[in-house]
């Protein structure tokens, strides 16, 4: 059960129904009282939230790494804190960017998958180091540049503290999937 009281949308503020509208209409919700995922607890501060918000815009839509990548680098990010509406939310972004369900399957359940691409297994392998040991191997520091370049390993860790904070929000405020969802994780 969600831990977020529910507000109406008549007793936000201006700047709060002003953040839930461009929420909204970006993602092409459609509005009722609450949004969902972590917009309703980014919408309790709506300073906080209008930067969130934006800095996940850049990570949907502007990095200079594939999609395939950056959905690959949620997913471990998403299993690493068991993250239910995260993963919900990510594994058909995934699948659809091209990510073998295979892979998918074997982050959910803690697994390393079998890679049949090199590229993500570096992807993979950067993010799992980053949450495990805090660090990152040089190895796999150079192999991460030497795919990605040095901008693309700085979006990719950023990406992974951005969806590390999104799942720090769904987890404390107990977000629910929606009622006909299966939770990718057993529930705690």
Not at 28 to 39: D, K, M, R, S, Y
Not at 63 to 85: D, H, K, P
Not at 132 to 153: L, R
Request: one cysteine or more; proline letters at 5%.
């Amino acid at each position: 059960m969600s831990r977020l009281s529910k507000k109406a949308y008549d007793d936000l503020s201006d700047e709060q129904q002003t953040l839930y509208n461009q929420i909204t209409e970006s993602r092409n919700i459609t509005p009722n009282e609450q949004i969902g995922g972590p917009f309703d607890v980014w919408l309790l501060n709506a300073e906080m939230g209008k930067r969130i918000v934006g800095i996940g815009g850049f990570f949907r839509f502007r990095t200079s790494v594939e999609r395939r990548y950056v959905e690959l680098t949620i997913l471990v990010t998403g299993q690493f804190w068991q993250a239910q509406f995260e993963w919900y939310a990510h594994e058909p972004m995934a699948l659809k960017a091209g990510v073998p369900q295979s892979v998918v399957d074997a982050i959910r359940v803690g697994d390393t998958p079998a890679f049949e691409h090199e590229a993500d297994r570096i992807t993979f392998e950067l993010c799992r180091e980053l949450h495990t040991n805090h660090q990152v191997s040089d190895a796999t520091f150079d192999a991460a540049v030497e795919e990605f370049g040095e901008q693309g390993v700085a979006e990719l860790i950023n990406l992974a503290g951005y969806y590390t904070m999104v799942s720090m929000t769904l987890n404390t405020f107990k977000v629910p999937l929606p009622p006909d969802a299966q939770y990718p994780f057993p529930k705690t």
